[in-house]
């Protein structure tokens, strides 16, 4: 048994398809559709078969291991069928990348208003094939061409796979942190747009499991240099007031789509707010108090769950025993 992943940056081309109304993808109407042309490429170089009035060849029927697993690895990574792309052990990587860009700062403009501006893009995707054995009732003649064939009279392949998933992640496909000159102080701010989808094929029984996600992320952060609390009984001077505000949405969904029955089934999903907001002053120099607000909305997209909802709020204290004495 054996389990392996490598890069792949070419999924990126079907990164951005939208779902039909009943949640049809065109990627995967592309997998169903390219099994006739992959069961073409395996067909001819397999003297035991011969193509049928179907249009598949003999033996490599549509739900037939390698022709199930060539259409998926083609379609999730917009390639062109070939005796490379069809072979997971063949497939040749490509490199994923990062890149910040803080370059605008050097304008005059910008660095009049601007301490600081970083633009961020990220992209990575990996695919990876878990339960990978050699089939020992797997059989060849003399040429390497398969001939032995399981109960539905498909050729049994050389290695047997469980599963393969197909990964990837913009983090994020467009994000900027921007720090702000006001009233002599930094205001920061955060900006983020986040994608990712994660697609499982199942050779146990031919079913493509996809993950779709996408994140907003806003964030708003200023320190007020020195603040005075207005209670005279308490002898504190004036200090320091870091306030930060974070709120992100979050998209959720999970759709189950079956190869040879062709359809599509949404089976969870859900759509999360979450709000962040705290305020810490430190009392002394070793006590800090902060003022904490938490709080996390989930509506699911299914009628089997319910809205949830958590909030949490309060103050904390924090006593800080280094230099202490």
């Known amino acids: 048994n054996t ?30 559709d390219n099994r006739q042309r992959v069961s073409e490429a395996l067909g001819e170089q397999n003297g035991n078969s011969v193509l ?13 291991q390698e022709v199930v697993l060539g259409a998926f690895l083609t379609s999730y990574t917009n390639r062109s069928i070939s005796d490379k792309n069809i072979n997971p052990l063949k497939n040749l ?22 301490r600081n501006f970083v633009l961020r893009h990220a992209y990575n995707s990996t695919v990876s094939i878990q339960g990978m054995q050699t089939n020992l009732n797997a059989e060849f003649d003399a040429n390497g061409d398969a001939f032995a064939r399981d ?3 498909q050729f049994i392949a050389g290695t047997q796979i469980q ?18 000159l006001v009233k002599g102080q930094g205001l920061i701010t955060k900006f983020e747009y986040k994608k990712d989808r994660s697609t499982t094929l199942s050779l146990n029984n031919n079913q493509v499991t996809e993950v779709l996600g996408e994140e907003w992320v806003i964030g708003v952060g200023y320190k007020f240099k020195k ?8 002898n504190v001077d004036a200090s320091p007031v870091n306030v930060r505000f974070d709120m992100s949405f979050r ?8 190869i040879v029955e062709e359809t599509d089934q949404a089976t969870a999903g859900q759509k999360v707010i ?32 319910y809205p949830t909802g958590n909030l949490n709020a309060g103050l904390r204290l924090r006593f800080n025993l280094a230099g202490v004495q």
């Open 274 to 305: 979450s709000i962040k907001a705290s305020a810490d002053y430190n009392l002394s120099r070793y006590l800090t108090i902060m003022l904490y607000y938490d709080q996390t909305l989930n509506t699911p997209k299914v009628a089997t769950s």
């Open 151 to 153: 109960l539905n009279n």
């Open 163 to 180: 599963n393969v998933t197909v990964m990837e992640r913009f983090g994020p496909l467009f994000g900027f942190d921007a720090t702000w």
């Open 93 to 114: 990587p490509l490199p994923n990348w990062s890149i910040n860009y803080n370059g605008l700062k050097k304008f005059k403009f910008i660095k009049k208003h601007l």
């Open 3 to 32: 389990a392996c992943s490598y890069a792949d940056g070419a999924i990126i081309g079907s990164a951005f398809i939208k779902l039909g109304n009943e949640y049809q993808s065109s990627t995967f109407q592309r997998l169903l």
């Open 251 to 258: 998209d959720n969904l999970t759709v189950i789509r079956k």
């Open 227 to 234: 603040v005075k609390l207005p209670f005279k009984k308490w």
């Open 52 to 64: 049928q009035s179907t249009g598949y060849y003999d033996g490599y029927g549509g739900s037939q």
